[in-house]
């Protein structure tokens, strides 16, 4: 395991990545400018350039010990891919030379046929590409003694389809730039030449021994425990959220940091999360699709190097039932290329038109597609943790805090005129230091809230790929800045035409706003009668993505067509139901090979003594009494299992991908919930030497 403490962190930062000084350093200069170009202004890649950047990657990249080169791409199971190709090129003298070629860079040809494709693609039509997306830093990674160049890219079908996370993400951006820019040049910012949506996503994540994962069928075919009697302790005693960090934790924690920070992400914050075993890392904030990688990375390196301490990392969003889910905070915000983060709000945002305006262009946003932007984080796993008082609701709302919500109270009667500033804690100890105070507090139950220079989404699920999140977040966003840049570009008056616009904004979607707790059930209530739609599981949620009104945002900005988002909305449906399906399946493989020969044997125990004991004329009643409860858990799960047989065969012949996923969701969730709870039941009064299962306090508890 490398030692920091050996290491000046700024020299191991970055080290295995082809980062921009690198760049500067190996190319000649009028390459180094016109890549430049490319990755800052958008301009189109000169291809021509292509091999003599090949060429000092691939010098670099052998320094560092490589042998092979791979395109590494986001298809739509929401992982990474990679093909891996060795630079070995054989000589006609029966040598071998080390080459990469600019053609090979800029594009790869893996199979396209096995990746999901929601039809876009038959299964005998193979072909697909991959694309060199020059905007993230390639990077070498080494994995045991193997030393990989890897590139980032996109990858697409034949005939030109997006079959990948990245495209649409790609595409979100540079229309997001486009339409922002317009607005800004409206108020007379001539300056900016780019603006990038940011992002800092929070990673949360549990840490088991591996010997328990081991001896877990449901964790290592489901990622989460479908059995499990609640632990006599949980979380109840709040002794573990930013609790000292285990020897043992802080030891994975150093490796984890070390090879994260070698690959350029900039892993900044660690800390012990609610739950007991539950820990969360964030990084810096990044342009969105360079976070994005940075993200799948972060979760790759997770599980390898929780591998390397004898341990597993898991990230699905609900591992264990009773306890608090996994999520991944998406701190998103506007940054132009000169450095102006456009949803600071200054020391006079009253003042500041342009900051106002888009921060009703994103309420407005958030409010109008509220129903596709809920649909982003609609999975199996979620359905577990959104609104069960450790997630937000489903319901889709937005916390302003105080400085805002003044604002907007102002607006709605015509015109701000004055902010609420900020002041200084006084703790009443002369040795504690005044503490600056922010203008409002954190609001910890909201989907979507402001928290001072960004918005945080704390719906997505923790095993999640952000990019489609943040695809939609960017459209949203641009199509609403679209039509705000419409308005200001044919005014006389810029200020006057922004004020009207905002003061509508701030009287139509005042429904959005909410700064109060939104696990009360008396918000659910409220929320109805604002119209505000509750759409609480993954079936219901989905269809938003193909309403008409989706489809035409997308094709209005070019991001994606109607046939490409039908195909996105099958393949999620279709992940729903394989994933219902494969944890019923493991559910009654583990019923009846483990829980109920465990039962049986119990029972036949408790009957012997029970005839042993009446024999010697010493009846118990509470024996007696504990093999009658035991035999009717035994004979309920029984049934209950031949149930969830019969109701996953009902379920897997609907055809329909929405008639099928609603299936799984209310024919075989039910019956599954019902299997489980008696299994707890018996878990919680058999023998501990015969259950076959680590139970909650030992996975949770034993480091």
Not at 580 to 608: F, V
Not at 643 to 667: G, Q
Request: hydrophobic content about 40%.
């Amino acid at each position: 395991m490398d030692n920091v403490a050996r290491e000046d962190v700024t020299d191991i930062f970055g080290s295995n990545v082809f980062s921009d000084a690198v760049l500067r350093e190996r190319l000649p200069k009028n390459v180094y400018k016109a890549i430049k170009r490319t990755i800052d202004e958008g301009e189109e890649l000169d291809a021509s350039l292509a091999d003599v950047v090949a060429n000092a990657m691939k010098d670099w990249a052998i320094q560092k010990g490589a042998t092979h080169f791979c395109h590494w791409f986001q298809p739509m199971t929401g992982m990474t891919a990679e093909k891996h190709d060795s630079f070995i090129s054989p000589t006609p003298d029966g040598r071998t030379i080390m080459e990469f070629s600019g053609r090979e860079l800029i594009k790869g040809e893996p199979d396209a046929s096995s990746f999901p494709s929601g039809g876009l693609r038959a299964t005998f039509e193979a072909r697909g590409y991959t694309a060199w997306d020059c905007t993230s830093p390639v990077f070498v990674r080494q994995t045991g003694d193997s030393v990989t160049l890897v590139i980032p890219s996109a990858f697409c079908s034949y005939t030109g389809e997006p079959l990948d996370k990245k495209t649409p993400l790609l595409r979100s951006m540079e229309a997001l730039n486009k339409h922002t820019l317009r607005v800004l040049r409206a108020f007379g910012n001539t300056t900016s030449k780019r603006v990038a949506a940011t992002l800092g996503a929070e990673q949360e994540y549990f840490l088991i021994d591996r010997k328990f994962y081991e001896k877990r069928l449901d964790l290592m075919l489901s990622g989460r425990t479908l059995f499990g009697a609640p632990s006599p302790k949980g979380q109840e005693m709040e002794d573990h959220y930013f609790g000292s960090i285990h020897e043992r934790i802080a030891n994975f924690m150093l490796d984890l940091n070390t090879e994260l920070w070698r690959l350029g992400v900039s892993a900044k914050t660690q800390h012990n999360e609610v739950a007991p075993a539950q820990y969360e890392i964030a990084p810096v904030f990044a342009t969105v699709n360079i976070a994005t990688d940075h993200n799948q990375i972060t979760m790759e390196t997770l599980q390898r190097v929780a591998r390397k301490h004898g341990m597993v990392c898991l990230m699905h969003e609900k591992p264990f039932a009773g306890v608090n889910g996994s999520g991944k905070h998406n701190n998103w915000s506007m940054v132009t290329d000169d450095g102006v983060n456009l949803l600071d709000p200054g020391t006079t945002p009253h003042e500041n038109l342009q900051f106002l305006t888009i921060i009703a262009a994103v309420i407005r946003a958030v409010d109008v597609y509220a129903r596709q932007l809920r649909s982003t984080v609609a999975t199996a796993g979620n359905d577990h943790r959104l609104g069960a008082n450790e997630a937000p609701p489903a319901i889709i709302s937005i916390f302003l805090g105080e400085l805002l919500s003044d604002l907007f109270e102002q607006l709605k009667l015509g015109d701000a005129t004055s902010s609420k500033q900020a002041s200084s804690l006084k703790l009443g100890v002369n040795t504690l230091p005044p503490l600056p105070k922010d203008c409002s507090d954190r609001n910890r139950t909201s989907p979507f809230a402001f928290t001072g220079n960004k918005f945080e989404f704390r719906m997505p699920g923790s095993s999640q790929s952000i990019a489609g999140i943040n695809c939609m977040l960017n459209i949203i966003v641009t199509d609403i800045l679209a039509e705000i840049a419409d308005k200001l570009e044919k005014a006389k008056d810029v200020n006057e035409a922004a004020k009207k616009i905002i003061t509508e904004i701030a009287k139509k979607h005042t429904r959005i706003i909410f700064n109060g707790n939104n696990y009360a059930e008396a918000w659910v209530k409220e929320a109805e009668e604002r119209g505000l739609p509750n759409l609480t599981a993954t079936v219901d949620a989905l269809p938003a993505m193909v309403e008409k009104e989706c489809i035409a945002l997308f094709e209005r900005h070019k991001v994606l067509t109607e046939h490409e988002l039908y195909s996105r909305c099958e393949i999620y449906l279709e992940t729903y139901s394989k994933q219902i399906n494969i944890e019923a399946a493991t559910m009654l493989s583990m019923g009846r090979r483990q829980i109920l020969p465990a039962a049986s044997g119990y029972a036949g125990k408790l009957a012997k003594t029970v005839a042993a004991l009446e024999v010697a004329g010493s009846p118990s009643p509470s024996q007696k009494k504990l093999l009658q409860q035991v035999t009717k858990l035994l004979d309920g799960l029984q049934k209950q299992l031949d149930e969830l047989e019969s109701a996953m065969t009902k379920a897997a012949k609907v055809n329909d991908h929405f008639k099928h996923a609603r299936a799984y969701h209310e024919s075989v969730i039910p019956v599954m919930k019902e299997v489980r709870e008696s299994a707890d039941a018996l878990e919680s009064v058999i023998d501990a030497s015969l259950w076959p299962l680590p139970t909650y306090a030992e996975m949770l508890f034993i480091r």
